[in-house]
């Protein structure tokens, strides 16, 4: 069984300031993770995956995300951010059925 | 490329009708589609998983008599919840997967639906 906890639901950056979004995962098997972005009354767009290879993922947007085996980790980072950031995230972990298992999200807002 | 849509992207009905919600991919054959339910400040949760020409495999709580699923093509599925009462007012969000072992997950746009 798969799961993923983010740590934080709510992160509030400055523009201009390092984005960092937290994501856990319990995977019984390798993982697949991806991030995924949400704005009000849309559905989710992909910021990026990782499933075998490179562990540190560039995604779009300027974001990127490192995958941490050791610390069962995928957290999300973005070096500047821009008012445009402001959504909802989501990270999520593949299963070999090709379900995803979300975590709760994390609200992100950007100060001026 | 790998756009899908939703229709309608809105929806108000009375309590004990029937809705039923498009999901389409407009530039890819969906070998699976899967169906979320998202309520506000939430997480999405898995509702069923729809196969073309298959029935739909439904997680674990959801009603299957409550939430029809149908995969008629590659292109289209569609859930209809029939009876609706307000508790199932919610944002419902369908997903697709190109398939030939891609674990990538395209989401539409979602429907909100209301029911009064």
């Known amino acids: ?15 201009g300031a390092l984005v960092l979004l937290r994501c856990n995962y319990s995977s019984s098997v390798p993982p697949y993770l991806f991030w995924y972005v949400q704005y009000p009354n849309q559905g989710l ?25 050791s610390e069962t980790s995928f957290h999300l ?36 | 490329g ?8 809105w929806v108000i009905c009375k ?3 029937s809705v039923k919600i498009e999901c389409r991919s407009l530039d ?14 939430q997480s999405l949760m898995l509702m069923a998983t729809s196969n ?3 029935k739909a495999t439904y997680e ?8 029809l699923i149908n995969h008629a093509s590659l292109t289209l599925s569609t859930l209809t919840v029939t009876s609706a009462h307000p508790e199932d007012s919610s944002f419902y969000i369908c997903s697709a997967r190109v398939g030939g072992g891609t674990d990538t997950q395209y989401f539409g746009p979602g429907t909100r639906l209301t029911v009064l």
């Open chain 1, 1 to 15: 069984a798969q799961s993923v906890t983010q740590l934080g639901s709510h992160v509030s950056v400055s523009e």
């Open chain 2, 15 to 17: 309590s004990g009708t």
């Open chain 2, 60 to 67: 674990q709580g959801v009603e299957k008599d409550k939430f």
């Open chain 2, 28 to 41: 890819f054959q969906a070998t699976t589609m899967f169906w979320y339910r998202q309520f506000p400040k």
């Open chain 2, 52 to 54: 073309e020409g298959s």
């Open chain 1, 45 to 69: 767009q992909l910021l990026l995956k990782y499933t075998t290879g490179a562990t540190l993922v560039k995604g779009i947007n300027g974001f990127e995300a490192e995958f941490k085996k």
């Open chain 2, 2 to 9: 790998a756009v899908v849509s939703q229709h309608p992207s």
């Open chain 1, 77 to 112: 980072t973005k070096p500047s951010a821009h008012m445009s950031d402001a959504a909802e995230y989501f990270c999520a972990v593949g299963s070999n059925d090709y379900k995803l298992s979300f975590g709760a999200g994390t609200t992100v807002t950007v100060r001026a």
